[in-house]
């Protein structure tokens, strides 16, 4: 795993240039670079959504892309059109924005439902579909949405089941009275992400994600992750709980978590440390849980809490089948 580390340090090496006193949030980022999953952040104004979206691309040796949603856009406008050639006598395609590797969806919530729905394919299948015609997109492909919810006028809630395909969902927060010195110090004279480089080539992305796949998860940690998503679909404070696409990320997430920690297993520290990022934004909760003022993460950590984590020689177990 001291390969799938190096690139974890590498990717939030870059990142922690610009982005200044958010680590864990930039491990979340290497989480989801790792599983080939969408990444949707969530907070106020002004904390660095968008610098922390454009950071990741630039640290990495792929095209970006970037989709400013706003509610007059069309579907056609984010997949692409197929446009009449007359020279040529047929129809060619001319791609939208969404044919990148790496691309940001920037206040996404602002895109009606009509236009919000044209990215489902491409998130979940990785292709688009214009006039009858499907067509593949780039490898590594990585979406990475912005949303701020405290604003509600002129936004367009996103459904449940774009909020599944996305594997995390993570807030920056305001910094430290510190990190925030450290940011005007930082940008005193230019931007830091103006001289940012990358640092991993799309190869390096795709090799490593594969890697990761190998990480030994025992039965008993597998069962523990659908414990928990289980547990989410009868507790009385939710409306609907999680779906097994949610079991399968938690799964995912947690295998490039224990990589990036050095490990070639999991264990079940691994899937606490993923609950929340990965589960939170999957919940809907009930009303009578609302009105007692308990959101989706409160809700995960109770039900982490909950239920006893399994025990064993995790690692002598991984050793084990590795030599068989």
């Not at 214009?130 to 006028?153: C, R, S, W």
């Not at 009578?288 to 399994?310: F, K, M, N, T, W």
Request: charged share 25%.
């Amino acid at each position: 795993m001291t390969n799938i580390q190096d690139f974890g340090q590498k990717v939030i090496g870059a990142l922690g240039k610009v982005i200044i006193g958010k680590r864990q949030t930039m491990e979340l980022i290497a989480v989801s670079l790792l599983c080939q999953g969408h990444v949707l952040i969530e907070d106020v104004p002004g904390v660095g959504k968008t610098v922390l979206a454009r950071s990741l691309a630039r640290s990495l040796d792929c095209s970006f892309r970037r989709i400013q949603f706003t509610p007059d856009m069309l579907p056609s406008d984010v997949t692409g059109v197929s446009i009449y050639d007359q020279a040529k006598k047929k129809f060619e395609f001319r791609p939208g924005p969404i044919m990148g590797q790496i691309v940001l969806a920037d206040e996404i919530n602002r895109a009606t439902p009509k236009t919000q729905a044209a990215l489902l394919e491409a998130m979940e299948e990785r292709t688009v579909t214009v006039d009858g015609v499907t067509h593949p997109l780039p490898k590594p492909f990585m979406v990475l949405a912005t949303q701020n919810p405290i604003e509600y006028e002129g936004t367009f809630p996103l459904p449940e089941a774009q909020l599944d395909r996305f594997l995390l969902r993570v807030r920056l927060g305001y910094p430290s009275p510190a990190d925030e010195i450290r940011i005007l110090e930082a940008q005193r004279l230019q931007h830091p992400l103006d001289t940012l480089e990358p640092v991993v080539k799309a190869r390096e992305i795709l090799a490593a994600a594969e890697a990761v796949k190998k990480t030994h998860v025992s039965t008993v940690v597998e069962k523990y992750i659908v414990d928990l998503s289980r547990r989410s679909r009868e507790t009385g404070d939710v409306y609907l709980g999680v779906s097994p696409r949610g079991s399968l990320g938690l799964f995912r997430a947690s295998q490039a978590w224990a990589a990036l920690q050095g490990r070639a297993y999991v264990i079940p520290d691994d899937v606490k440390a993923m609950a929340v990022p990965v589960l939170g934004h999957r919940i809907i909760v009930s009303a009578a849980a609302r009105l007692r003022d308990i959101g989706a993460d409160r809700i995960v950590q109770e039900i982490v809490h909950s239920i006893p984590a399994p025990g064993g020689d995790f690692q002598a177990e991984a050793v084990t089948k590795k030599s068989s």
